[in-house]
């Protein structure tokens, strides 16, 4: 992780013993060329969305 500090604006690199390495997907590989998903999370349900503009939203 970067954080950078406030008096010099330099990056500074933050690592943590306990620090896990977190799985990555691209979202093409998650939406297959459709512009909504339906993700279920427990007993709720949530719509990912593509917009226009390439953006993602996630909605409950």
């Known amino acids: ?5 406030p008096a010099s ?9 306990a620090a ?3 799985r990555e ?3 093409s590989d ?3 060329g459709e512009k909504e998903l339906l993700i279920r999370h427990g007993d709720e349900l949530y719509r990912l969305k ?3 503009n390439g953006k ?3 909605q409950k």
């Open 50 to 52: 593509l917009t226009r």
């Open 56 to 58: 993602l939203i996630l």
């Open 9 to 17: 604006r330099a990056p500074v690199e933050v690592r943590s013993a």
């Open 25 to 27: 997907m691209a979202s």
């Open 30 to 32: 998650l939406l297959r």
């Open 1 to 5: 992780m970067i954080h950078e500090t």
């Open 20 to 22: 896990k390495v977190v």
